[in-house]
C-alpha cells in the first residue's frame, strides 16, 4: 500500500479509517525509520486537515469570500518537524485572529475530541499570534515548540506571520535566550544522566538525547552559532529508530530504553543484541553530547565578544578586533580560550603534532578547538612505529592531566583519532558494561582509570607506565574469553609500538593481567594463609611492580563507581601489599597463628561467649575515616554509615550451623550483609578451647537497625533449632515476592586451584538476594564440611563469596568430594 491509498483510505473513512490506516502502516515491514515517519506525518496531517475543514463548515466568522479566514492550525515540536514515532503525542496550534471566539471554542472542540477518542495524546493550545508570541517570551519550551511550527490547514497566511514573528523574536532575543536554553539542558543533565553511559537511558531526556539534538537546531535558527552538522542528522535519525521500535515492542509512549525491553528493540531493529543496541544508541548519544560541548562554547566566545568594549587597537586595525594567541607548545597556542594550531604549524610534516595539541590542551585546562581537530585528522601524518620519544611522552602528558583529559580526549575520539593512534580502541569504543557497579562503557572508565591514575603520580617510581596500565587495563573486553588474558597480549602489541623498551612492555603486560588481583585476593582470600601471600608475590614478581599494580587497584576501582571501593576494601588491600612486599623483599611470611592478634574488644567477646555458652554480640558504627591517603588530588570517599553499614561482631562456642544461623537471623531482620568474615579464634592462654569469630559489616535494607539484645535471642534459638529460619523466609517471600526484572546470569560455584595449602577454597558468585548467604552456609553444612574462614562482598547486585572449607579432621578436600561441595551449592542456588 503506497502512502497516497493509505491516505485516501483514512479520507474515505473518516476517523475510523484513519485508525485503520494507521495500524496498518505502522504494522507492515516494508518501511521503517524516516520514510515510516514521513508517512505517519502526511497521513495525520491529511486526518486533521479533513477534521478542519468539517468542523469549520457552518460556523459563522470563519468563513470569507475565499474561504476560510482568520484561523489556522498548526503542528508544533516533533509533529511539526515531521517526527512522529507511533506513540507520540500530538501538539497542536488553533491559531486565530481573535474575530469570534465562539466559533473558534466550537472548533477546538470538532478537533481535540476525534483525537482524544482515538487515545491519542494531546498537546493542544488556542491562541492568537499575539497571545503566542507573548506565551513564548515567557515560557522557553513554548518558543522552542514554535520554532518547527508546520502549517496543517486553515489560513496559511497568518500561520506563516507567525512564523515569521516568532523566528525574529528568537534571533533578536538570542542573547538573553541561549544562556537560558543552555540552563535548561544543563538541568536537564544532571537529573537524566548522560545518554551515552545509561544502562536504561531515556533517549529523549538524557544528555546527548533527542532534547539536546532539538536545542542545537534552536541555536542554529538562532544565527549565532551553528553546531556541526557532520554525523548529527544521522545520530539523531538513529535515536529516533530506536524509539519507534521501543514504542512499537512495547505498546507505549515511552522513552526509557529499559534493560527487558532492549533484546526486543533489538531484533526489531535488525540488531544482533542488546548490546549491539545500546552501543548504537551511545554512538549517537556521544555525536549530539560533543556537538552541543562545541555548540555552546561557540555561543559563550560569541557573546563574550559582544559584552566587551572593543578595544583601542582593534579600533585602529580599521574595526577589526585582533585575537590574541598565546603560545602552548611547538605549532599550538591558545586563543580565544581554546587550544587552536599555530599559523605556522604543517601536521603533514609532523606526526606528533596531535598528541602534541592534546596534551597542551590538556595540561592548559582549555578544550581543543573544533577546527584544530578537523585538520589534525584531515592532514596529519600516521606516527611510524615504533613512535618516537616525542610521541610517547606526548601521551603520557596527556594522560596525566587529570580531569581536563577527557574532554580533550572526546574531541581526538570525535574525529577518529584516537582509533587511528590505538586501533585496538575500537572494540572498546561505546562498549556497554551491563554491570551495575560501572557507572561508565569501557572506554570511557579506562581514562577515567587515567584521570584518577594521575593523582597518584607522586607515590609511584614510574608514573608513566601506571598511566599507560591505566589507559590498557580492560583493553581486553573487546574480546572473547578472560579480558585480563586477553588484555595482557594487546598491551604487550600496543606498548611495542608507542615504544617501551622490552622490560617497560613486561611490566604493563604483569599489570594488565593481574589489575584484579590485589582486590580479589583480598576480598576474597584468607590473608593469614602464607600460600595466598606467596602466590600474589608470584604473579607481581618485583616490588616495583606490586607498587604500581597498587596504585592501578585503587585507580581502577574509584573509576568503576562508589560501590567498588571503600576505606574498608583499601585497607585490606594495603594489608596484602604490605605483606607481598615482605615477601618481596626477602622475608619468610608469617604462619596464621602469629598473624592478625584478636583485638582487647575481640578477645573480651570470645571469653564471653565461652563462659556463658552462647553467642555474645556487639553493634558498632563504621564511620570512622580511612586513613590519609598521598594522593590528595584524588576525590575524597563520601563517608557515613550509608556507606560502611554496621559492624557486627559476634562470639560463638565453636560449634555446627553458626553460618547460615547468623546469616539467617540477618535475613530474618531485613539487613543486608556487605562483607563477613569468619574464622576461628583460639582463647587466651590457660583456657582450653576455641570460639568462631565473626565480623561482619550489615546495613539495614529500610528502617532502623534492630537492637543486639533482639538479635542475640534469635540466635540462640536459631542455634539450638527452635527458630524455623527457613520456614518464616519463605513465609515472607510469599507474602511479598520481589518484583523480577532482567533474568540475571546463572550463578557460578568453582574450586579456586592452589588458592590455600590449608583448605580448599570455593568461589560462588550469584545474584544477590535476601537469604543467600543463609542458603549457601545451610548447603555447607549439610555437605558435611568446615568452614575454616569465610569472605563476603557485595558488588552492586552481585555477590562474590569464597569458602575456606576442611574436611572434619581439618584437611582439605580431595578432588572427589570438592566437586560434591560444589554440585550441592549449586543445587542450594537452582543452579
Known amino acids: 500500500m503506497t502512502s497516497t491509498d493509505v491516505t485516501r483510505e483514512a479520507d474515505d473513512s473518516g476517523p475510523g479509517g484513519y485508525a485503520a490506516a494507521r495500524l496498518r502502516l505502522l504494522t507492515e515491514g516494508a518501511r521503517s525509520g524516516p520514510p515510516r515517519r514521513r508517512a505517519l506525518s502526511e497521513l495525520t496531517d491529511d486526518w486533521l486537515s479533513g477534521l478542519f475543514a468539517a468542523g469549520a463548515a457552518g460556523l459563522t466568522g470563519l468563513a470569507g469570500p475565499k474561504g476560510l479566514t482568520g484561523v489556522s492550525l498548526v503542528a508544533v515540536g516533533g509533529y511539526g518537524r515531521g517526527e512522529l514515532s507511533p506513540r507520540s503525542d500530538l501538539d497542536l496550534l488553533l491559531l486565530h485572529d481573535g474575530g469570534d471566539d465562539k466559533a473558534v471554542a466550537a472548533l477546538a472542540d470538532r478537533l481535540w475530541y476525534p483525537v482524544w477518542d482515538l487515545g491519542i495524546d494531546l498537546d493542544h493550545s ?96 538562532s544565527w549565532l552559532a551553528d553546531a556541526p552538522r557532520e554525523g548529527l ?53 556521544r555525536v549530539i553530547s560533543y556537538a552541543g560541548d562545541v555548540t555552546w562554547r561557540e555561543v559563550g566566545r560569541v ?53 602534541r595539541a592534546a596534551a597542551a590542551a590538556a595540561q592548559a585546562g582549555l578544550p581543543l578547538s573544533l577546527h584544530a581537530v ?13 613512535w618516537p620519544a616525542e610521541a610517547r611522552e606526548q601521551l603520557v602528558t596527556l594522560l596525566g592531566s587529570g580531569r581536563p583529559t577527557v574532554p580533550v580526549w572526546e574531541a581526538l575520539e570525535a574525529e577518529g583519532l584516537v582509533t587511528r593512534l590505538l586501533p585496538d580502541w575500537e572494540r572498546v569504543r ?36 601506571l598511566l599507560v596500565a591505566a589507559l590498557l587495563h580492560d583493553i581486553g573486553k573487546g574480546w572473547p574469553g578472560d579480558h585480563s588474558v586477553a588484555g595482557e597480549t594487546i598491551a604487550r602489541d600496543v606498548a611495542t609500538r608507542v615504544g617501551f623498551d622490552r622490560a617497560d612492555v613486561a611490566v604493563l603486560a604483569t599489570l594488565v593481567r593481574h589489575h584484579l588481583l590485589l582486590v580479589e585476593t583480598a576480598t576474597r582470600r584468607d590473608l593469614d594463609d602464607p600460600a595466598t601471600v606467596r602466590a600474589v608475590a608470584d604473579a607481581v614478581g618485583t616490588e616495583h611492580t606490586l607498587e604500581l599494580l597498587h596504585a592501578l587497584t585503587e585507580a581502577d576501582a574509584l573509576a568503576t563507581g562508589p560501590a567498588a571501593w571503600s576505606s574498608w576494601r583499601g585497607s585490606l588491600v594495603a594489608d596484602l601489599v604490605k605483606r607481598v612486599a615482605g615477601v618481596l623483599a ?53 563517608l557515613g554509615p550509608e556507606l ?78 527452635t527458630l524455623d529460619i527457613a520456614g518464616r523466609l519463605a513465609e515472607r517471600d510469599a507474602a511479598h515476592p520481589r518484583r523480577r526484572g532482567v533474568e540475571p546470569p546463572p550463578p557460578r560455584v568453582t574450586v579456586a586451584p592452589a588458592a590455600s595449602r590449608l583448605a580448599t577454597v570455593i568461589e560462588v558468585r550469584a545474584q544477590d538476594a535476601p537469604g543467600l548467604l543463609f542458603r549457601l552456609g545451610r548447603a555447607l553444612e549439610g555437605a558435611g564440611v568446615r568452614v575454616r574462614s569465610a569472605h563476603v562482598s557485595t558488588l552492586g547486585a552481585n555477590a562474590v563469596d569464597a569458602f575456606y572449607v576442611t574436611g572434619p579432621q581439618g584437611a582439605r578436600l580431595p578432588g572427589e568430594a570438592a566437586v560434591a561441595v560444589v554440585r550441592e551449592l549449586e543445587e542450594s542456588l537452582g543452579a
Not at 255 to 275: I, S, Y
Open 126 to 221: 488556542v491562541r492568537t499570534p499575539q497571545q503566542a508570541r507573548r506565551t513564548a517570551g515567557e515560557d522557553l519550551k513554548v518558543q522552542l515548540g514554535l520554532l518547527d511550527a508546520r502549517h496543517l490547514a486553515g489560513d496559511l497566511g497568518l500561520t506563516t506571520a507567525l512564523r515569521t514573528a516568532v523566528l525574529a523574536d528568537w534571533r533578536n532575543q538570542a542573547p538573553k535566550r541561549l544562556p537560558e536554553l543552555r540552563e535548561l539542558c544543563a538541568g536537564r543533565a544532571e537529573r537524566q544522566g548522560e545518554l551515552q553511559y545509561l544502562l536504561e537511558p531515556d533517549l529523549k531526556e538524557a544528555r546527548g538525547g533527542l532534547r539536546d539534538a532539538t536545542a542545537l537546531r534552536a541555536v542554529a535558527a
Open 644 to 721: 560502611l553499614g554496621v559492624e557486627l561482631l559476634i562470639a560463638v562456642p565453636d560449634q555446627e550451623g553458626v553460618l547460615p544461623a547468623v546469616a539467617g537471623v540477618l535475613a530474618m531482620h531485613r539487613l543486608t550483609v556487605r562483607t563477613a568474615e569468619l574464622r576461628s579464634l583460639p582463647l587466651p592462654h590457660g583456657v582450653e578451647g576455641s570460639v568462631l569469630l565473626l565480623d561482619w559489616r550489615v546495613a539495614a535494607q529500610y528502617g532502623s537497625l534492630p537492637q543486639a539484645a533482639r538479635l542475640r535471642a534469635d540466635l540462640v534459638r536459631a542455634l539450638d533449632g
Open 430 to 465: 561505546c562498549r556497554p558494561q551491563r554491570n551495575a557497579v560501572h557507572l561508565w562503557t569501557v572506554d570511557r572508565h579506562l581514562i577515567e582509570t587515567a584521570v584518577r591514575a594521575a593523582g597518584f603520580a607522586r607515590r609511584v617510581h614510574r608514573p608513566d607506565l
Open 303 to 355: 557573546l563574550r565578544s559582544r559584552s566587551v568594549r572593543p578595544r583601542l587597537r582593534a579600533m585602529m586595525n580599521g574595526g577589526k578586533p585582533v585575537a590574541e594567541r598565546s603560545p602552548l607548545a611547538e605549532g599550538v597556542v591558545e586563543q580565544d580560550g581554546e587550544a587552536v594550531l599555530a599559523r605556522t604549524a604543517r601536521p603533514e610534516r609532523d606526526p606528533v603534532l596531535p598528541l
Open 233 to 285: 542528522a544521522d545520530a539523531r535519525r538513529r535515536l529516533l529508530d530506536v524509539r519507534d521500535a521501543l514504542h512499537l515492542t512495547t505498546g507505549r509512549a515511552t522513552d526509557r530504553l529499559a534493560l527487558q525491553e532492549q533484546d526486543q528493540v533489538a531484533a526489531e531493529l535488525g540488531l544482533l543484541d542488546a548490546d549491539a543496541l545500546l552501543r548504537q544508541v551511545y554512538e549517537a548519544a
Open 586 to 638: 626477602g622475608e619468610p611470611p608469617t604462619e596464621p597463628a602469629a598473624t592478625a592478634p584478636p583485638t582487647a574488644e575481640q578477645e573480651r567477646l570470645a571469653v564471653e561467649a565461652f563462659r556463658t555458652g552462647g553467642p555474645v554480640l556487639a553493634l558498632r558504627a563504621q564511620t570512622e575515616p580511612p586513613p590519609a591517603d598521598p594522593a590528595p588530588a584524588a576525590d575524597p570517599e563520601p
Open 374 to 386: 578537523r585538520r589534525l585528522a584531515a592532514t596529519a601524518r600516521p606516527l611510524p612505529t615504533p
